[in-house]
């Protein structure tokens, strides 16, 4: 008896045969292959932002106006000043409604509205953010016939809204359950045990949120093409054209004048150090350990 | 205090439902509006919007169909290139680099930061990097050697559907490799032991395993990147031409959907206007198809596995 087990034992190994031993290497070296394939572009894209963009940065650069073409010293002051006014206004709109609907989703998940809601939101997270542009231009633009920084900021919160709302709900489901009940067993009730120990215990995840819908609507371009438009000047009040970095990097990479096209590539490296800059801020420190937080979903 | 303590609960939900119903209001809003503002495009053209494939602002003609064909053709060029690159980098991170968790997670923030590249600079890139070097060592090459296939005929000039189709590839990976890595670190290890029991080597494991077990999940990753592949905007419109064109040369200068409207909305008014803002509600009614059918099919997959763990 004990021989037959020990005869079966030593015939086990043999059984992989040659194809499978090769078939398996080959398609560990097609995964390296795919990965190398995907890392590729990435290392070119910035590489290729930061060595062509560094030449055309300088302070006049940051703080000037734009000139006419191949007339020095053009700037995109009034782009980064309106960059940041429309994602203002749009961070006013949607952080409030995206973290109460959050809240929503996550304190009231068994409601009819909520999953209605939540299922509406992660459809609307995956929308082309052109298709935005076009609904506020139909009932802002149209109506009034004025391109504004105020619609370019309505535009920026659709795209935000669904993108704070869905990472508000995932972290705050993440809130264990056993925290409500303490507070409750305590007297203090929901509305308060919701906006103080739920909130505060998931106000990381909140704040990770909020900071990525605010990176992914800087580099949204095509929503303002059709909202806000353009202006080479500092718009007076937030009811006109107002200019900003993406629509900026489009005309100007588009034009045929040489020196438009490298301060395109000049504002495209200030656009994606401010982008960067906020992503590694979420990544390093606050959002490790949160999962389903991904910009792109 | 007694009728207190109710009211402050009913006042908060009150205000988060309201929250949460201004997503569904906003949904349904968009629908109608894009209705309203396309009305007298979709009364003048009807059905034939769809599949006539003159578009002639000059005369007053517009028809949809070279943008529905360059969408659909650029999208399956991404899906074809990117789909397996993503599923490479899934399977690398989730199975092979399953005992060094630090290393995949790095890799998976690299892959991600892609992700948060704006489609602008995309556009930049493809312009005065990908079409010099896509047009000089890709195109021209096959268009000398295997011109006369009519896929790689035509004038390789680098501004065409190629070029946009390998932009929107690089553009997907990160939505689809991120959503199949997902996949892949939900399926129980149990699957895996199982195989491995049985005297499998890696790859039999992954393929007979992992992948069947994920499988609808995995659908659901593709579904996602090919919304994203047509919703894009930006990037394309930069680098395919922009003239509307339906023509089995991958080196034949297109236009998308979304390219369309992003390039000629300006200079639009009356019933171009209004033919562009129908192209935005069949962009509307396709993403909200393919980003319903991405969520249902993901939802089922990470409930599944709630209920099992």
Redesign the interface.
Same mark, same amino acid.
């Given at each position: 008896l004990r021989g037959v087990v020990v005869t079966t034992k030593s015939n086990?190994p043999t059984?992989?045969s040659l194809w +499978?031993?090769i !078939?398996?290497k080959l398609? #560990?070296i097609?995964?390296?292959? @795919?990965?190398v394939? @995907?890392?590729i572009?990435?290392l070119? =894209?910035?590489g290729?932002?930061f060595v +062509?963009g560094a030449p055309a940065i300088s302070i006049g650069f940051l703080t000037h106006l734009p000139t006419a073409p191949n007339v020095p010293g053009g700037g995109i002051a009034n782009a980064i000043v309106g960059t940041f006014t429309m994602v203002g206004i749009a961070a006013l709109i949607s952080v409030?409604?995206?973290?109460?609907?959050g809240?929503?989703?996550s304190?009231?998940a068994t409601?009819k509205?909520?999953t209605?809601?939540?299922?509406?939101?992660? !459809?609307? #997270?995956?929308?082309?953010? =052109? !298709?935005?542009g076009?609904?506020v231009?139909? =009932?802002i633009i149209?109506p009034t016939k004025q391109f504004s920084a105020f619609a370019g900021g309505i535009a920026l919160s659709?795209v935000m809204?669904?993108i704070i @709302?869905r990472t508000t709900g995932e972290s705050l489901k993440l809130v264990p359950m056993t925290l409500r009940e303490a507070s409750m067993a305590l007297g203090i009730? +929901?509305?308060?045990t919701?906006?103080r120990i739920v909130i505060g215990t998931g106000k990381n995840g909140l704040l990770t949120g909020i900071l990525l819908a605010v990176?992914r609507a800087?580099?949204?371009? @095509?929503p303002i093409?059709?909202t806000a438009?353009t202006s080479i000047y500092f718009a007076k009040s937030i009811f006109q054209p107002t200019a900003s970095l #993406?629509v900026f =990097?489009?005309n100007y990479?588009?034009s045929p004048y040489a020196s438009w096209?490298t301060q395109?590539?000049g504002a495209?490296l200030v656009?994606?150090l401010i982008?960067?800059g906020l992503?590694l801020l979420v990544?390093l420190t606050i959002g490790r350990n949160l #999962?389903g937080t +991904?910009?792109?979903? | 205090l007694r009728f207190r303590l109710p009211r402050g609960d009913t006042i908060l939900k009150i205000l988060l439902a309201a929250a949460a119903l201004f997503i569904i209001g906003l949904v349904i809003g968009l629908a109608v509006e894009l209705y309203l503002g396309s009305a007298s495009s979709i009364f003048k053209f009807g059905p034939s919007f769809l599949v006539g494939s003159k578009w002639q602002p000059t005369n007053n003609v517009f028809n949809a169909l070279p943008f529905i064909y360059g969408t659909l053709l650029t999208s399956a060029i991404a899906i074809v290139i990117g789909f397996p690159i993503s599923l490479g980098i899934a399977i690398f991170i989730s199975e092979k680099l399953k005992s060094h968790q630090t290393f995949g997670y790095l890799l998976g923030t690299i892959v991600d930061l892609l992700a948060a590249v704006p489609s602008v600079i995309y556009g930049l890139w493809g312009v005065f990097v990908l079409i010099p070097l896509l047009r000089d060592y890709v195109e021209k090459p096959l268009h000398n050697s295997l011109g006369f296939i009519s896929l790689f005929s035509g004038h390789p000039f680098g501004y065409d559907f190629l070029t946009a189709g390998v932009i929107l590839a690089i553009m997907i990976i990160p939505t689809m490799s991120a959503v199949s890595r997902d996949v892949l670190s939900v399926v129980p290890n149990s699957q895996r032991e199982a195989m491995y029991s049985l005297g499998a080597t890696d790859w039999e494991v992954t393929q007979k395993s992992v992948l069947p077990y994920a499988k609808s999940g995995l659908f659901g990753a593709f579904i996602l990147g090919l919304g994203r592949a047509f919703g894009e905007t930006m990037a394309v419109t930069m680098v395919i031409g922009n003239i509307p064109t339906i023509s089995s040369s991958l080196f034949s200068p297109g236009a998308t959907l979304s390219s369309i409207i992003a390039n000629e909305f300006s200079e639009s008014s009356g019933i171009f206007q209004s033919a562009l803002i129908e192209i935005g509600l069949i962009l509307f009614f396709v993403a909200l198809l393919i980003n319903g059918l991405a969520r249902l099919l993901l939802w089922r997959m990470t409930r599944g596995t709630q209920v099992k763990a």
């Open positions: 086990l059984s992989i +499978r031993k !078939v398996n398609m #560990t097609l995964v390296i292959i @795919a990965v394939l @995907a890392v572009p990435l070119l =894209i910035l290729d932002v +062509r409030p409604i995206g973290v109460g609907a809240i929503f989703f304190e009231w409601s509205i909520s209605v809601s939540s299922f509406m939101n992660d !459809v609307l #997270t995956g929308f082309p953010s =052109i !298709v935005l076009l609904f231009f139909v =009932i149209l659709f809204l669904p @709302a009730p +929901r509305w308060k919701v906006l990176a800087t580099g949204e371009t @095509a093409l059709l438009s #993406t =990097i489009y990479a588009t096209q395109a590539w495209a656009l994606i982008m960067l992503n990544k #999962t +991904r910009l792109e979903l | -």
